[in-house]
């Protein structure tokens, strides 16, 4: 299983960003897919999932209204649109796979499978 994410780099506060994530693992429709990001001397944290399709997403409070997370099962790829970017999203964002209960779906130890991280970093 590999996860590999791209898109990441240098913008200006307000921008956007869209970040990918392709994966190369066995029944990827059946994955809850994740983003989850780490600013220096952070822990890591939730950002939005997608539970199997689109009409499944969940957002951290944070990001919810200016971030948009999708997936195309066709391509086995999952996408985060960033919007109204600011300096507090400056982190390193990884992706990941795993089949948690919905409860669980805002904790990284619920995910099994993770991407290398690409960094955001949002200028002022």
């Known amino acids: 299983v590999q996860l590999q994410a791209s898109g990441g780099g240098l913008v200006q506060a307000g921008g956007s960003l869209r970040l990918s994530c392709a994966a190369s693992?066995?029944?990827?429709?059946?994955?809850?897919m994740a983003w989850f990001r780490q600013a220096p001397g952070r822990e890591r944290e939730f950002v939005a999932a997608?539970?199997?399709?689109?009409?499944?997403?969940y957002y951290a409070a944070s990001v919810k209204g200016r971030f948009t997370i999708s997936r195309d099962n066709a391509k086995n790829t999952v996408y985060l649109q960033m919007n109204s970017l600011d300096a507090e999203d400056t982190a390193v964002y990884y992706c990941?796979?795993?089949?948690?209960?919905?409860?669980?779906?805002?904790?990284?130890?619920?995910?099994?499978?993770w991407g290398q991280g690409t960094l955001v970093t949002v200028s002022s």
């Open positions: 693992i066995d029944g990827f429709s059946g994955y809850t």
């Open positions: 997608t539970r199997w399709t689109n009409s499944n997403t």
């Open positions: 990941a796979a795993g089949r948690p209960i919905l409860s669980t779906i805002i904790n990284s130890s619920s995910y099994t499978h």
